[in-house]
Nanobody, 125 residues
Framework: QVQLVESGGGLVQAGDSLRLSCAAS????????MAWFRQAPGKEREFVTAISGSGSRTDYADSVKGRFTISRDKAKNTAYLQMNSLKPEDTAVYYC??????????????????WGQGTQVTVSS
């Protein structure tokens, strides 16, 4: 069974940093694009960032450009989200997602076949 397991969420103050990790259980992820989405209470799930299967392309939502960085370690089948200069509006449940063998990035949830359980990030002002 394919699994994505996130870790690294927590409660921080505005301006702090956090790093989220997403460990994949299947080698298919080594060639698949991976992404992070987030969902705040009462809001729809929104795209945050994505990285291609090769790692050569990354995409970011305008709201996180310059503050968040996505990366991946193929040897560990793990993707990371480094979040700096966090703001209260970044508060949400963060989900990692993977495409099913497709290496190109996407920015909509329906493009991703596998999802993690989510990890809460809370930024206090």
């Amino acid at each position: 069974q394919v699994q994505l397991v996130e870790s690294g969420g927590g409660l921080v103050q505005a301006g702090d940093s956090l790093r989220l990790s997403c460990a994949a259980s299947d080698r298919i992820f080594s060639s698949s694009a991976m992404a992070w989405f987030r969902q705040a209470p009462g809001k729809e799930r929104e795209f945050v960032t994505a990285i291609s299967g090769s790692g050569s392309r990354t995409d970011y939502a305008d709201s996180v450009k310059g503050r968040f960085t996505i990366s991946r370690d193929k040897a560990k089948n793990t993707a990371y989200l480094q979040m700096n200069s966090l703001k209260p509006e970044d508060t949400a449940v963060y989900y990692c997602a993977s495409r099913n063998g497709y290496g190109t990035t996407g920015t909509t949830p329906h493009e991703y076949a596998y999802w993690g359980q989510g990890t809460q990030v809370t930024v206090s002002s």
